[in-house]
Every structure is written in C-alpha cells, then in structure tokens.
C-alpha cells in the first residue's frame, strides 16, 4: 500500500508517414495513496496516453512508472480502468459483468456472488442484477463499470471521462457516486475530465496539461467541496 510515481514519461507515437507525435514530454508526478487528482486539458494533450501508459496498455518511450516502489510494466490487476463507455460485455448481465474479474481470478462462485451483491447495493443496482447490460440506461451503465472495477479490488482507479458521454442530471448523480466511492474504499483515483466544473468539483488536486508536445501546465491544490456524500 502506497503511492504511484509517474517518473519522467516521455511518448512519441511514429506515424507511418515517417512523421511523428510528441504526445507526451518529460511528465513526472507523484500521486500519494489514497488521492484524487483530477486531469484537465484540451484536446490532443495527452491525457488518455498518459493513463493508458499508467495503466500498461501502452509502453512510453521514456520513463517509467512506480507503484508501491516497484515499477510496473503491463496492465495488472492493481491498477483498474473504467472507460467512458462500452467497454462492458454488454449481451452478459450486470452481475456477470461485475464478477468476471473474481471468475476469471478463480475465486470461488460463493464468495464472488457476495462481493457482486455488496458492489451492486453500493452502486444502487441490486433491482438490476439480472438484466442484460444493453436494457440499461447509460448512467446505470456507468454505475456497472464502476461496480466492475471495483470487484478487482485496484488499489488505483483510472477514469478515462467516465461521465462523459451522459446527460448533466445523471452526471452530477453519478459525480456523488464517485466521490462516495473514493471516500468509502480510500482508493487512489486518477480522473479525466473535459469539464472544469468536474475537475473542480472531484479534485483533491487539480493537474492541467498542455498539449504540443503534452506536458503538466499546472497544478492546483482544491478547497475540496464536501457534497455531502
Ligand atoms: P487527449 O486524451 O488529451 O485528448 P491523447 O492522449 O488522446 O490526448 O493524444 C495526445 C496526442 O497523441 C494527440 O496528438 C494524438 O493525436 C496523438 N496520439 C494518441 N494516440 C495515438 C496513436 N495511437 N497513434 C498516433 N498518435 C496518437
Ligand atoms: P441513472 O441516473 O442511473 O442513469 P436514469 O435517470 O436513466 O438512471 O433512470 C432513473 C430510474 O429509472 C432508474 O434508477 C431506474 O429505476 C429506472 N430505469 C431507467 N432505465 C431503466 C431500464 N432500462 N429498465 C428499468 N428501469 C430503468
């Protein structure tokens, strides 16, 4: 148990024109454990690079990064995604969907049945269990995604815009979730937004980056707003 170092990341996509993309120069930080940072910057910046090099899809062209001292490389089950959307299995139902990280670990079929049925109360879905992802509203959509990571018990959450693609009632909805979520588990919570409002919101520690080649522009401690969640 403890922090994330992202250590002097570089990335360089090579186009097969033989030009290239700087997507990301020289960024380092260290996230302490059990912080919330939120991520904020135009398009192009490198936002989702960077968390897809923190979560190990990608490898960087420089750089490393560190979890709990030791460095990580490939995805792993400590550090868990949730993606803005469709990255559920949306013909299984929403209980299949949240055990299949504790099936595919082999734990046993008892024991994962428990930790879906706490994961869906926490997420207000326990009247949903049985219905097949697609017959879901896009919120409760999110709300399985979150269940789903969750299951895997990460010690770190990545947030590529999890809000982003739903309606401004059910975001700030699902802004409380987040937020209880984060407080309840005491996960460490990386979150990209397009909103500032969100990132204001949601941040212990607000990071803006530049683009061209992405960078951090700035970083900002918040007054952190209690919802009263
Ligand atoms: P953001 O999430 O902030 O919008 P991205 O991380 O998606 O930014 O992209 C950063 C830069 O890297 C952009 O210029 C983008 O076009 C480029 N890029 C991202 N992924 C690839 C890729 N697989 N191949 C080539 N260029 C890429
Ligand atoms: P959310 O804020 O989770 O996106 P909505 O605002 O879309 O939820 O829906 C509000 C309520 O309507 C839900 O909590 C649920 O009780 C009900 N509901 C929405 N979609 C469905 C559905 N496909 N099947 C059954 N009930 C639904």
Redesign the pocket.
């Known amino acids: 148990m403890s922090g994330l170092s992202i250590e002097n990341i570089s990335m360089r996509f090579d186009l097969p024109n033989g030009t290239s993309v700087q997507a990301l120069q020289n960024v380092s930080l260290d996230i302490r454990q059990g912080e919330l940072l939120s991520v904020l910057g135009p398009s192009g910046c490198g936002k989702t690079t960077l968390l897809n090099i923190v979560a190990g899809f990608l490898a960087p062209t420089e750089g490393r990064v560190v979890l709990g001292g030791k460095p990580v490389v490939g995805p792993g089950p400590e550090r868990g995604m949730v993606f803005q959307q469709g990255a559920l299995f949306e013909w299984m139902s929403v209980r299949e969907n949240v055990a299949f990280g504790p099936n595919m670990k082999g734990m046993p079929k008892a024991e994962s049945a428990g930790i879906v049925d706490h994961l869906l109360d926490v997420v207000?879905l326990r009247?949903?269990k049985d219905?097949a992802v697609y017959?879901?509203?896009?919120?409760?959509q999110?709300?399985v995604a979150l269940a789903r990571c969750l299951a895997n018990d990460p010690e770190v959450i990545l947030m590529d815009e999890p809000l982003g693609a739903?309606d401004a009632?059910?975001r700030e909805?699902?802004q409380g979730l987040v937020l209880k979520l984060w407080k309840e588990t005491g996960k460490t919570i990386i979150l990209i937004t397009h909103s500032v409002e969100e990132a204001l919101l949601l941040g212990e520690r607000l990071l803006v980056m530049a683009p061209r080649p992405g960078r951090i522009h700035k970083e900002y401690r918040l007054p952190f707003a209690d919802m009263g969640v």
């Open positions: 207000g009247d949903f219905k017959e879901l509203s896009g919120g409760m999110q709300r739903l009632l059910t909805k699902m």
